[in-house]
């Protein structure tokens, strides 16, 4: 398995061929920003579509599990236990089809969607939501059919042998697949003490679930903003209010939407109000639109829908989220006045491209929990997506981040005339900027700071003790360049760099 660390990046030589990026896109590397220290913990030979977070056996260290397809198109539930020192094994639980679960007449075993976890009947330990498609053959193809969901109880022991059905949605009036490719996230929204949930899928409707206590829900009301898909979802207090609030993406269709929404999907956060339905209201804003043009990875593949998971990433009480899509993730910090400002994570690596591959990941269906696995105060993630890599993302608490030169484009006296791909692969593969005449080097804080150092070629050139963080390059300096900026806190401490490597011209 492969580990990524960019906290200590190096000017990186590009290839000597080929001339043109649609040559050799199989050779696209990925690439990780330094808010996290990633490594890749398991490869299935398919899709890793679930992903949860729990401390399943009680030892007061967090574990994930994921749901997985295997070469045998095979689903599976597997726990990773975690042994506290960035090490987890793997003991393989559940075979879906092993459970017993009627279909009905002429479908197929299903086909894994979302899984989440928490204790759905108030017994003490760690239950799993695992929600999947019943399949079925019409007109000579297999299709998915029919989303449901179903809750396994656990029995004390990590068996999981128990299980009951918890929602099924059979196929709409309008669309047939209407309510396929459920995705859940599970809260207390009512603030009773036990645990409810909402289910999204390919309706563009949010259902909401309640618990009576004894695991028996009941579908309370409906939400929904016009939009055909909403896959995306996750919860938290946003507020901090007390109630339990959601986020989800909604896929919007061109020419059919609000002439408002001027994107094709959007990421919404809906308020809990407090009363018995929580959400049967109107009390939601629209907090990021996609693709954000913020970033140059995630510009590389269509982003309609995607896996949502709240993280508090700098610490700082307010809940921020994180956002994976085809081939990358975003992470969405939570300003004082409960705006997002989005930052780039990850280009994720299209699988063995050194091997030829050449189909990016895909976290759209695939899954992000969030959790401290490493025991230093800071949460983590663990994502899975449908090349069937899990990694953990490890928090390197990185405070600062370069935002502008910082992907593949052409600038002149700062302003950007050109970069969508222009077809110089060597510098396109590696997101190096072309710099003509002067350019502002901006960095972004995701918290307070006390200053940001800029440094050139780890030479200190500037210091700025006040937003906007930047430093003004106005001298000539031919050739390839590396620009880095380093953050301190309110106390002067250092909170992590960022760095950036641009070609600059006269």
């Known amino acids: 398995m492969k580990q990524h660390n960019l906290t200590d990046n190096t000017l990186i030589e590009p290839d000597s061929k080929p001339l043109f990026w649609w040559e050799n896109w199989d050779e696209f590397p990925s690439h990780y920003e ?32 994921v749901s997985y397809t295997d070469e045998l198109n095979d689903p599976y539930i597997s726990i990773f236990y975690n042994n506290g020192d960035k090490t987890f094994n793997e003991e393989k639980i559940i075979k879906i089809e092993d459970l ?27 239950d799993l939501l695992m929600t999947y498609n019943e399949r079925k053959w019409r007109g000579g193809l297999l299709y998915n059919w029919n989303g449901t969901g179903v809750i396994l109880f656990n029995d004390g022991s990590c068996n999981f042998n128990q299980w009951k059905q918890v929602f099924w949605h059979p196929r709409g009036e309008e669309y047939w697949d209407k309510y396929i490719n459920p995705h859940v996230t ?7 003490g036990d645990i409810d949930f909402l289910v999204g899928d390919n309706s563009g409707i949010v259902k909401f679930y309640k618990n009576d206590g004894n695991a028996n829900f009941t579908r309370v009301c409906n939400i929904s903003f016009g939009g055909i898909i909403s896959w995306g979802l996750t919860s938290g207090d946003f507020d901090n209010d007390g109630d339990i609030d959601f986020l989800m993406t909604e896929e919007i269709t061109p020419g059919e939407s609000n002439e408002n929404f001027t994107f094709y999907a959007h990421v919404f956060l809906v308020y809990n109000d407090g009363t018995d339905e929580c959400f049967n209201h109107d009390g ?14 995630v ?40 705006s997002f400002t ?23 269906q695939g899954g992000i929990a969030v959790g401290d696995f490493d025991g230093d105060s800071l949460q983590d993630a663990v994502v899975g997506g449908v090349q069937g890599v899990v990694r953990i993302f490890y928090n390197n608490y990185t405070l600062v981040d370069i935002v502008f030169p910082d992907r593949y484009c052409i600038i002149k006296n700062n302003e950007i005339k050109f970069w969508d791909f222009f077809p110089i692969y060597n510098f396109f593969k590696y997101s190096i900027a072309f710099v003509f005449r002067d350019v502002d080097d901006i960095a972004v804080p ?32 031919f050739g390839r360049h590396k620009v880095k ?6 106390d002067n401490n250092e909170v992590g760099f960022d760095d950036s490597i641009i070609w600059k011209f006269f």
């Open 100 to 126: 017993g679960i009627v279909y009905p007449s002429g479908a197929w075993p299903p086909a894994c969607d979302d899984l989440d976890s928490s204790d759905f009947d108030n017994d003490g330990d760690i």
């Open 284 to 297: 939601w804003i629209r907090v990021a639109d996609m693709p954000p043009e913020e970033s140059f990875f």
């Open 342 to 364: 989005p930052f780039s994570v990850a280009r994720l690596p299209a699988p063995a491209y050194e091997d030829g591959g050449w189909s990016p990941d895909d976290l759209q």
């Open 299 to 338: 510009s590389l593949g269509p982003n309609d829908e995607a896996c949502l998971c709240t993280i508090d990433y700098n610490n700082d009480g307010l809940l921020d989220f994180l956002f994976g899509g085809v081939s990358c993730v975003l992470m969405f910090i939570q300003q004082n006045d409960g």
């Open 34 to 65: 330094p808010f996290f220290y990633v490594e890749d913990i398991i490869e299935y030979d398919e899709q890793a579509h679930g992903v949860t977070a729990a401390d399943f056996n009680d030892d007061q260290i967090l574990d994930f599990a």
């Open 485 to 490: 900026a380093l953050g301190f806190d309110l």
């Open 186 to 192: 599970s809260n207390d929204f009512d603030n009773d």
């Open 446 to 477: 995701l918290q307070p700071l006390s200053k940001v150092e800029f440094y050139l070629d780890d030479k200190l050139v500037f210091t700025d003790d006040s937003e906007p963080y930047k430093w003004s390059w106005d001298s000539f300096s």
